[in-house]
C-alpha cells in the first residue's frame, strides 16, 4: 500500500468539518467601522480557540468565515462541539451559524485535494442554506 496506506491505520477513521459564519458581521462593519470588525474577527478567533484540542484545525476563511477539522469526532460530537463554541461567542457578544458534515477517512479517494474541496464546499452549502431559512446575514 505504500507510506499512505500505512499512514491511514495512524489517523482517525472519522471526522467532522464545519463552516462557520458570524452572524450580523456585516452591521459591525457598517456601523462602526472596519477596524472594529477587524478586532471583532479577532476577538472571535480567540474564544473559539479557547475550545480547540491540540488536533484540531481551526482557520478564517474569508471576512468572518472560519473554517474547522475535527479529527475522530463523529457528526453527534461535532454538534456538541459547535454548541460549546457557539456558548464561548455568545459569552462575549457574538454569534456565529454553522454547516457541519461528517467524513470517512475510506469515502477520501486517491486525489485528496479535490476531495477536501468538495466537502468544504458541502460544508459550506448547508450553512449558506441554514443562513438563507433563517434570514441572517
Not at 484540542?53 to 478564517?60: K, Q, S, T, Y
Not at 457541519?100 to 477520501?108: A, D, G, N, Y
Request: aromatic share 6%; glycine share 10%; proline share 1%.
Amino acid at each position: 500500500e505504500g507510506i499512505d496506506g500505512d499512514r491511514r491505520h495512524h489517523y482517525p477513521q472519522v471526522v467532522s468539518i464545519a463552516m462557520g459564519d458570524a452572524d450580523g458581521f456585516k452591521a459591525i462593519n457598517d456601523t462602526r467601522g472596519h477596524l472594529a470588525g477587524d478586532e471583532a474577527i479577532v476577538e472571535m478567533a480567540n474564544a473559539l480557540a479557547q475550545e480547540m484540542r491540540d488536533a484540531d484545525i481551526m482557520a478564517r476563511r474569508s471576512g468572518d468565515e472560519f473554517i474547522f477539522c475535527w479529527p475522530g469526532l463523529n457528526l453527534g460530537q461535532a454538534e456538541e462541539k459547535v454548541r460549546e463554541l457557539q456558548s464561548k461567542l455568545e459569552a462575549v457578544g457574538y454569534k456565529m451559524s454553522f454547516g457541519l458534515i461528517e467524513v470517512h477517512t475510506h469515502e477520501i479517494g486517491d486525489d485528496v485535494w479535490v476531495q477536501v474541496h468538495e466537502v468544504i464546499d458541502r460544508a459550506d452549502q448547508i450553512l449558506i442554506g441554514k443562513k438563507q431559512r433563517s434570514g441572517l446575514r
